[in-house]
């Protein structure tokens, strides 16, 4: 048995042996052929890849991307800052009546549920949606960041630990909505349970169905996509944390230096580019923020029967995108031009901000 | 202040169980404001032993007493040490005036002494320029007195230090070298101080503990150390080029070397572990006659090549006394520079 075994052993080493001989081989033969044109070429002036400058180069190997970004990106927005110029510009006949500056513009601006509040909803798309950006994107941060502490420093089932936060991330955005709106749900839904268990009476108490006043629905939202977004945000921090030289806290430890302080002075700004790029990223996601919504309140991104509406920005872009109506695109293409031109300046912002206080 | 270590052990378990055994039984006593080098060469534990001093290791046995304080149980925060890391370890976000009034921050100091004991302190390791840098841009010397002057600046009992000149190349170690000496008699403070550089260990010691696999081997000056080593360890771990050991016998009474008389030495007859230093040979008109197997002239000094008992034996000699061509010399050596040792335990046997 133990021959048997052995030999096994010696077979397979052999085999793996002769594999590894193999692509050994075929490498050779490879760089022998490549060598052998390359001689070709040369001889005959004809290698080109010698002659094109370096950028030129690295343009033709950029160009599959460049392409693909082109089509689905560049060209849209070129697009859109055309479409905003129309004047009722029809999408199946393709004709417009005439060019304007703003009036698109002054359309999306003075339109009841853009930035106004509607006096039939009592709230409009950019209110909502700075709301969840000022609320969720710095809750998020500060949470991700003390999650991420405090799971840098758990010893046993560390692991594990880091597993559960991250789970988050790999589930579906939309399955995780419905749960929530389930968790939610005026009968019988956990959190009315918890509430009740606690001795506050919830009997028509509704959080994301008919009857929700508008701040306990955005505070569904909220949470939901706080929640939503934390995975990632402690994954790159615990990932920043622990690239962090252990000779720091050690000597802080020499130092006396309490806990608190370790975290605000050692811990924060050496991560502190991290921290800025997450920041960064999260504010923009926030602006843009439409499925969360929608799997919390549907599409119409209100619970039924009630008076205002959490539509956010992205949303209200959208409705009017089927273009089915006269220069409706061209509504849809200043209103994103404008939360373009809000993320745009609240990035500079960040970006002067940060100057002083990232350390890289 | 006092330090002073008692069965100090530090074994290492690692997942399957085996055990390393860092640090064994070392008991040492470190006298008030003298320096200290703990000498090894690399993974004897002289780290592992300073950590422990510093508190950032717990020992698995034995005790750390400070003057009077038995710390060994003692949170590293609680011990009032100063340590300077291998790689400084210096803040990267915080300014030199940053990382200097960093441990103030946290001891109960008035905010105007602390500044005035920053300032103090930059200006006693020389960097009272450099105060608004950050480390970046600072050389790795000038990090290195940063560093010195942040361990310093609380006023630590005793202050650790950690390799501190192996990240600096060579010319600017000599000079931060005598600069540590200079601070450390300027405020008197208990040093210890770990490297694995003889030569430097021994410039810059009161004393030195020369480490081997986590057992002392010998606690004493360095010039003593280096006169009179206790072991053929420490005997062949000093002194730069190193001692010719070979073997030889002592035949009533008298060393045998290439089949001929030596020396006198009243030391039992048997085989020996013999020990002689390049540079304590002279050429004289008499003495023992060898044939000179290779001459390197280096300036001052004469690199003569010849055979004792079958080993290669180096001698440094005084160049005017050696000609080119010579084929054959006269060496002498004071007997109480050959060292004999016992084969087997490799301690010294003619030295006190």
């Known amino acids: 048995m133990a021959d048997f075994i052995k030999n096994t052993k010696k077979f397979f080493a052999k085999v793996k042996q002769s594999i590894k001989n193999f692509f050994w081989n075929i490498r050779r033969i490879l760089n022998n052929g490549k060598r052998r044109i390359g001689k070709f070429l040369d001889k005959h002036n004809l290698n080109f890849a010698s002659k094109f400058p370096g950028w030129a180069k690295a343009l033709v190997y950029l160009s599959p991307a460049l392409i693909v970004l082109s089509i689905f990106t560049f060209w849209p927005i070129i697009n859109s800052f055309a479409l905003v110029v129309y004047e009722n510009y029809n999408m199946t006949s393709n004709t417009i009546t005439g060019y304007t500056l703003f009036g698109n513009f002054i359309t999306v601006i003075t339109d009841e549920s853009f930035i106004v509040p509607a006096s039939h909803t009592g709230s409009s798309a950019v209110i909502n949606t700075l709301i969840i950006v000022f609320i969720s994107v710095p809750i998020s941060v500060l949470l991700a960041l003390f999650i991420s502490a405090a799971l840098n420093s758990i010893k046993p089932l560390k692991s594990f630990f880091q597993t559960i936060f991250f789970l988050p991330y790999v589930t579906n955005t939309i399955a995780i909505g419905l749960v929530f709106a389930y968790m939610f749900k005026t009968d019988g839904g956990l959190i009315n349970q918890l509430l009740s268990f606690v001795g506050v009476d919830t009997a028509g108490l509704s959080w994301v169905e008919s009857g929700a006043v508008y701040w306990r629905s955005m505070f569904v939202l909220i949470f939901y996509s706080i929640w939503a977004s934390l995975a990632f945000k402690i994954m790159v921090f615990l990932t920043s944390i622990q690239g962090i030289d252990k000779q720091y806290y050690q000597a802080a430890a020499i130092d006396a230096t309490p806990k608190g302080r370790i975290f605000t002075k050692i811990t924060v700004p050496l991560i502190s580019p991290m921290i800025f790029y997450i920041l960064v990223t999260s504010v923009i996601g926030a602006f843009k923020i439409y499925n969360s919504i929608v799997a919390l309140f549907g599409v119409t991104g209100a619970p039924s029967g009630v008076d205002y509406n959490l539509q956010s920005i992205v949303m209200y872009i959208y409705q009017f995108i089927d273009g089915s109506n006269a220069g409706s695109l061209s509504v849809a293409a200043a209103g994103s031009l404008i939360l373009f031109a809000i993320i745009l300046v609240l990035t500079l912002v960040q970006m002067q901000v940060s100057k002083k206080r990232v350390h890289y | ?352």
Request: hydrophobic share 40%.
């Open chain 2, 1 to 352: 202040m006092e330090l002073r270590l008692e069965n100090l052990t530090k074994i290492f378990t690692n997942k399957t169980g085996a055990e390393t055994t860092a640090v064994s039984e070392l008991d040492i006593v470190i006298e008030s404001g003298t320096l200290v080098g703990l000498l090894g060469p690399s993974g004897c534990g002289k780290s592992t032993t300073l950590f422990m001093i510093a508190g950032l290791e717990k020992p698995t046995g034995g005790k750390i007493f400070f003057g009077d304080d038995d710390v060994t149980k003692l949170a590293p925060e609680k011990r009032g040490i100063g340590l300077v890391f291998q790689n400084y370890a210096l803040y990267p976000h915080m300014t030199v005036y940053n990382n200097i009034l960093f441990p103030l921050e946290n001891l109960d100091v008035p905010r105007t002494e602390a500044i005035q004991r920053v300032k103090e302190m930059a200006n006693l390791v020389g960097i009272g320029e450099l105060l608004d840098r950050k480390p970046s841009q600072l050389s790795g010397g000038q990090q290195q007195r940063v560093a010195i002057a942040r361990a310093l600046v609380k006023k630590p009992r005793v202050l650790l230090l950690d390799e501190p000149l192996s990240n600096l190349d060579a010319r600017l170690r000599l000079q931060m070298r005598e600069e540590i000496k200079r601070i450390q008699r300027e405020t008197g403070i208990t040093t210890i101080f770990v490297t694995h550089d003889q030569e430097e260990a021994m410039s810059i010691s009161d004393k030195m503990v020369v480490l081997d696999f986590g057992i002392e081997q010998q606690y004493a000056s360095p010039q003593s150390m280096y006169n009179n080593p206790d072991n053929i360890f420490v005997a062949k771990f000093l002194g730069n080029p190193p001692i010719n050991t070979f073997e030889a016998e002592v035949k009533k009474g008298h060393l045998m070397i290439n089949e001929h008389k030596f020396m006198k030495f009243d030391v039992p007859d048997g085989l020996y572990d013999v020990g002689m230093r390049p540079e304590n040979f002279r050429a004289t008109e008499e003495g023992f006659k060898i044939a000179i197997k290779d001459i390197f002239h280096i300036g001052r000094d004469t690199m003569i090549h010849f055979d004792f008992n079958g080993s290669n034996i180096r001698a440094l000699v005084d160049s005017d006394n050696i000609e080119k061509g010579q084929k054959f010399v006269h060496l002498t050596i004071k007997s109480e520079r050959v060292y004999i040792f016992d084969k087997k335990t490799g301690e010294v046997v003619n030295h006190g």
